[in-house]
């Protein structure tokens, strides 16, 4: 993969690529730092450089893999625009989507002076990250496995507490859920847990709150966990009571819609046609302006990664792709429904990693 993304380098006509953002450092190094920027340079020299907090660690696990190791010093940008001059880098990108502003000027402005030229690219790494390698998938199948078990053991927990459940919270859940992540093996979640109850669900992103547990109504939980650095995204719908039969006939469409878009998942098709798979029975039931954002998104070292499954994505599916699928539908004022898996595309279609059915379950 470092290969690639130094031929890509080359192309486009670089000396080097600084990478300065989280996810990309860990993507390229498999290391993790709160300060870290990786240099690689058209030649295919491999450079990570960070503060002393990190330095020994970087050079016991990246030195054996061919990497040099350079501590970071005060002043920042001269002393990275240094470190590039001694790597004999006159044109570098940075990620224009990832930097801030200040820093992209002040770095700039610093390089300038030393005859680099500076130039924002964005992206640059979203057509590798897209394809999953199989140790990738791997990690991103056992945090789907470890949230598959923490979900079945919160369901088993609300069955055990069925005649105290309006005394329990959406914060509780969410705290039942993090616990169960921390046993499984997992690093936490990969994104605050999503428990919605009763009319709460009809709004996607809730913020999980205070608020008590209701009766007769929806319970929403939208949920995932990291495991060595990948993430995994699920969502279920579940009732407490007795359901509504309007929620009731608004779970079955969504069931479909999810059913019918993971039919849809071809590789050579364009990916927007995931999207409208879901989208068009949505609105042949009569649902499809309660049907609010798109069908899914990408998922790997980042929750929300390329691609984004919607109408107007013209990306072509690929193999090794991975990606959630995850239709909804949300009456204000009643409650929602959205059922989420996600999905990797192998030579046959979408394989789902879930193992957790998406039939109805009533407590």
């Given at each position: 993969?470092?290969?690639?993304?130094?031929?890509?380098?080359s192309?486009?006509?670089?000396?080097g690529?600084?990478?300065?953002s989280?996810?990309?450092?860990?993507?390229?190094?498999?290391?993790?730092?709160?300060?870290?920027?990786?240099?690689?340079?058209?030649?295919?020299?491999?450079?990570?450089?960070?503060?002393?907090?990190?330095t020994?660690?970087a050079?016991?696990?990246?030195?054996?893999?061919g990497w040099?190791v350079?501590?970071v010093?005060?002043?920042?940008?001269?002393?990275l625009?240094?470190?590039?001059?001694?790597?004999?880098?006159k044109?570098?990108?940075l990620?224009?989507?990832?930097?801030?502003?200040?820093?992209?000027?002040?770095?700039?402005c610093?390089?300038?002076?030393?005859g680099?030229?500076?130039?924002?690219?964005?992206?640059?790494?979203?057509?590798?990250r897209?394809?999953?390698?199989?140790?990738?998938?791997?990690?991103i199948?056992k945090?789907?496995?470890i949230?598959?078990?923490?979900?079945?053991?919160?369901?088993?927990?609300?069955?055990?507490n069925?005649?105290?459940?309006?005394?329990?919270?959406?914060?509780d859940l969410?705290?039942?859920?993090?616990?169960e992540y921390?046993?499984?093996?997992?690093e936490?979640?990969s994104f605050?847990?999503?428990?919605?109850t009763g009319?709460?669900?009809?709004?996607?992103?809730?913020e999980?709150s205070e608020?008590?547990l209701?009766?007769n109504?929806?319970?929403?939980?939208d949920?995932?966990?990291?495991?060595?650095?990948?993430c995994s995204?699920?969502?279920?719908?579940l009732?407490?009571?007795n359901?509504?039969r309007?929620?009731l006939?608004?779970?079955?469409?969504?069931?479909?819609?999810?059913l019918?878009?993971?039919?849809?998942?071809k590789?050579?098709?364009l990916?927007?046609?995931?999207?409208?798979?879901?989208r068009?029975?949505?609105e042949?039931a009569?649902?499809?302006k309660?049907?609010?954002?798109?069908?899914g998104?990408g998922v790997?070292?980042e929750?929300?990664?390329?691609?984004?499954v919607?109408?107007?994505d013209?990306?072509?599916?690929?193999e090794?792709m991975?990606?959630?699928?995850?239709?909804?539908?949300?009456l204000?004022g009643k409650?929602g429904?959205?059922?989420?898996?996600?999905?990797?595309?192998t030579?046959?279609g979408?394989?789902?990693?879930?193992?957790?059915?998406?039939?109805v379950?009533?407590?």
């Amino acid at each position: 993969m470092l290969q690639k993304v130094v031929e890509k380098i080359s192309r486009q006509g670089l000396d080097g690529f600084l990478f300065s953002s989280q996810p990309s450092v860990f993507y390229l190094t498999r290391f993790r730092s709160t300060h870290a920027y990786v240099l690689l340079t058209s030649k295919g020299e491999r450079v990570l450089i960070t503060d002393s907090r990190y330095t020994l660690k970087a050079e016991r696990e990246l030195k054996p893999q061919g990497w040099k190791v350079i501590e970071v010093k005060a002043p920042l940008f001269g002393n990275l625009v240094s470190i590039l001059s001694d790597f004999g880098v006159k044109r570098v990108a940075l990620e224009g989507d990832r930097v801030k502003y200040d820093f992209f000027e002040r770095f700039k402005c610093t390089a300038f002076r030393r005859g680099i030229e500076v130039i924002p690219l964005s992206g640059f790494l979203d057509e590798f990250r897209m394809v999953k390698t199989a140790e990738e998938i791997g990690f991103i199948q056992k945090a789907v496995e470890i949230t598959d078990k923490a979900y079945q053991r919160l369901v088993e927990f609300l069955r055990e507490n069925q005649k105290r459940l309006t005394k329990l919270k959406e914060s509780d859940l969410r705290r039942f859920l993090i616990c169960e992540y921390l046993k499984g093996g997992a690093e936490g979640e990969s994104f605050p847990s999503i428990v919605a109850t009763g009319d709460n669900s009809a709004i996607p992103h809730h913020e999980t709150s205070e608020t008590p547990l209701r009766e007769n109504a929806p319970l929403l939980i939208d949920t995932g966990c990291v495991y060595k650095g990948y993430c995994s995204d699920f969502t279920r719908t579940l009732f407490i009571g007795n359901p509504d039969r309007e929620l009731l006939k608004v779970y079955e469409v969504v069931r479909e819609a999810h059913l019918r878009a993971v039919e849809a998942v071809k590789v050579g098709r364009l990916i927007g046609e995931v999207d409208l798979a879901a989208r068009e029975y949505i609105e042949r039931a009569g649902y499809g302006k309660f049907f609010t954002h798109s069908t899914g998104h990408g998922v790997g070292i980042e929750i929300h990664e390329p691609p984004r499954v919607y109408k107007n994505d013209k990306t072509p599916i690929r193999e090794g792709m991975v990606f959630t699928i995850e239709p909804g539908i949300y009456l204000p004022g009643k409650g929602g429904v959205r059922l989420e898996n996600i999905v990797v595309v192998t030579d046959k279609g979408a394989k789902i990693l879930q193992k957790t059915s998406l039939d109805v379950v009533v407590i």
